[in-house]
C-alpha cells in the first residue's frame, strides 16, 4: 500500500518563500509520476507541477518560473519550493503518484489531470498574505 505525507505547509507574505516535500513509502515501481495538486475553498483541484522517475518536470502556466519541483529518489521524497509567492497560491497542496507513469511528450495540461493519479496525501495548507 502506497502512503503519501505532506508537510512544510504554513503562512508567508506575498513575495515570500515556502518548500513542500512529500513522503512516500510502500512500493513504488521503477516508472512513476508524482505530482502537486492545490485546491481553494470553492475552487476545482488543478494540477501545479509534476516530474516522473527519470526527472522530466511539467508545470503549469501560473507557476512557470516561480515554483521548482524536485525529488530525492534515495529518500522516495518529492518536493515543490515555491518562490515569489502571490495570495492566489493559497491553498491546500497534495501530493499524488501514478505508478506505470512516464511523461514522454505528455503536455503539461494532460499530465496533471486529477483523474491520472492514484494515490493522494492529505494536504498540507499554504496561506500567502498580501
Known amino acids: 500500500q502506497v502512503r503519501l505525507v505532506e508537510s512544510g505547509g504554513g503562512s508567508v507574505q506575498a513575495g515570500g518563500s515556502l518548500r513542500l516535500s512529500c513522503e512516500a513509502s510502500?512500493?513504488?515501481?521503477?516508472?512513476?509520476?508524482m505530482a502537486w495538486f492545490r485546491q481553494a475553498p470553492g475552487k476545482e483541484r488543478e494540477g501545479v507541477a509534476v516530474?516522473?522517475?527519470?526527472?522530466?518536470?511539467r508545470y503549469a502556466d501560473s507557476v512557470k518560473g516561480r515554483f521548482t519541483i524536485s525529488q530525492d529518489n534515495a529518500k522516495k521524497t518529492m518536493y515543490l519550493t515555491m518562490n515569489s509567492m502571490k495570495p492566489e497560491d493559497t491553498a491546500m497542496y497534495y501530493c499524488?503518484?501514478?505508478?506505470?507513469?512516464?511523461?514522454?511528450?505528455?503536455?503539461?495540461?494532460?499530465?496533471?489531470?486529477?483523474?491520472?493519479?492514484?494515490?493522494w496525501g492529505q494536504g498540507t495548507q499554504v496561506t500567502v498574505s498580501s
Open positions: 499524488a503518484l501514478d505508478q506505470m507513469c512516464k511523461l514522454g511528450w505528455m503536455t503539461a495540461s494532460a499530465a496533471l489531470g486529477v483523474h491520472i493519479f492514484a494515490y
Open positions: 510502500g512500493y513504488i515501481r521503477s516508472s512513476y509520476c
Open positions: 516530474i516522473d522517475s527519470d526527472g522530466s518536470t
